[in-house]
């Protein structure tokens, strides 16, 4: 279980890394996005376009430090519900909102992104109980270790490539395509 409490914590401080990143290399964009997020008052969203990539930063920073893993893992819950809020709000309205979470995407919020915040979350709620349950645990392996960065690597690149994952898998009539 050490491993998979390792495996969650590389994830999600990669995660929030790279949407950080992306974020701040376009912050306009982002801001952008959040225009089309009728439930969140129009003098909250400058503020939240600064506010979010600088605790998905501060998130990563908790998760890399062993000293303040647990404390990381328990803020990635409490960030990961209201990430996992937002497209639940999205769909229960429904609207057709993109959002520029990790860059220049156009695709509407929508299932998949429930999903994928929900795997977040999961990997959050899952590595704090580990973490708090196990600790350190026992001497880490090199193999079990190379395993979990293996593990991280594959589950950080399907959600950060949730939207173009979800293009591939949507049906022509859906994506623009009358087949002619």
């Not at 503020?47 to 990563?60: H, I, M, R, S, T």
Request: positive net charge.
């Amino acid at each position: 279980m050490l491993y998979v409490s390792l495996a969650c914590r590389l994830t999600l401080a990669a995660v929030m890394a790279l949407a950080a990143v992306t974020k701040l290399r376009s912050p306009g964009r982002f801001a952008a996005s959040l225009a089309g997020f009728d439930f969140i008052p129009e003098r909250l969203r400058r503020p939240l376009a600064v506010l979010v990539p600088g605790v998905e930063l501060l998130l990563a920073a908790l998760l890399a430090l062993p000293s303040t893993v647990t404390a990381g893992f328990f803020a990635a819950v409490l960030f990961c519900c209201g990430l996992t809020a937002v497209p639940v709000l999205v769909l229960a309205r429904g609207k057709q909102v993109s959002c520029a979470c990790f860059g220049a995407s156009d695709v509407p919020l929508g299932g998949w992104h429930v999903v994928r915040n929900s795997v977040l979350l999961a990997a959050a709620g899952l590595g704090a109980f580990l973490h708090v349950h196990l600790g350190d645990g026992p001497t880490a392996h090199p193999p079990g270790i190379a395993l979990a960065v293996a593990a991280a690597a594959v589950l950080t690149t399907l959600i950060v490539f949730t939207d173009d994952i979800a293009v591939l898998f949507r049906s022509p009539a859906v994506a623009g395509d009358t087949g002619r």
